[in-house]
């Protein structure tokens, strides 16, 4: 495979799943990992995306500012945050994972909606403190630097003790039999304790994720109430979650 065409490939990984493995490209890519650091580097200098420890990550991953062009695929985003904002009614109690697009749910929640938002998130939390009516309680402890949001025994103790309404779960990976997977254990660990703090589930992803498998598992598909995509429910691609999970 060409230079390009690995630069290439890398660069569809990092936008769709947010961060990649320099392990784990290198396996999909059949090179080294010494080829595939020398290629991750030569793309965070042309600012095509960020070089982190053992990996990348997507440039619009830990943004705070939705106004820019790196958000990748924004407008589906964007859809599958008007279908996951319709479910909120006034007086739930509400748990935002982190990622772009739960980033963009909390932006599209109307500012005149009285809910109360639990968040490990720092660029959501940041996000839902404009809205007058929203309460915001950000769920503290060591903070993944990264991703930006926070990890470890504080944030899983908190979630230990609440039961919210609902859910909206950002995912890595998605599979019909392999369930929901991550590749980072303790962002598994605390996606599980948000799973056991909720009531309703909501997957919240772009349908190129939902397809795709990672190393650590969350949970299976049954643990899950609804899934949400850009796609419409009657759309091929959907099909092996149908009479498994309710499809938005």
């Not at 990622?99 to 998130?121: D, M, V, W």
Request: hydrophobic letters at 40%; aromatic letters at 4%.
């Amino acid at each position: 495979m060409l230079k390009e065409e690995r630069h290439q490939v890398i660069l569809n990984e990092v936008r769709i799943h947010n961060k990649v493995l320099l392990t784990d490209i290198a396996e999909l890519l059949k090179v080294s990992s010494d080829t595939v650091r020398r290629d991750i580097k030569e793309l965070h200098d042309k600012n095509k995306l960020k070089r982190v420890h053992g990996g990348a990550i997507s440039l619009g991953f830990n943004h705070y500012n939705y106004a820019n062009n790196e958000i990748y695929s924004l407008e589906k985003k964007s859809r599958i945050a008007e279908k996951a904002v319709s479910m909120l009614k006034a007086g739930q109690v509400v748990l935002l994972t982190g990622g772009t697009t739960n980033q963009e749910i909390a932006r599209l929640i109307p500012p005149y909606l009285k809910i109360t938002c639990f968040t490990p998130s720092l660029p959501i939390a940041v996000q839902l403190l404009p809205k007058p009516n929203i309460e915001v309680i950000f769920i503290g402890g060591r903070v993944n630097k990264d991703s930006q949001i926070t990890v470890g025994g504080g944030p899983i103790g908190v979630l230990s003790e609440l039961r919210v309404d609902i859910c909206f779960l950002g995912v890595n990976s998605m599979h019909p039999t392999d369930g929901i997977t991550e590749f980072d254990w303790e962002i598994v660990q605390l996606k599980k304790a948000m799973i056991r703090a909720s009531k309703k589930v909501v997957v919240s992803s772009i349908s190129e994720k939902i397809s795709s498998v990672q190393r650590y598992k969350i949970c299976d598909i049954d643990s899950v109430d609804i899934l949400i995509t850009e796609l419409e429910n009657t759309d091929p691609k959907l099909e092996a979650y149908r009479g498994k999970i309710e499809l938005m």
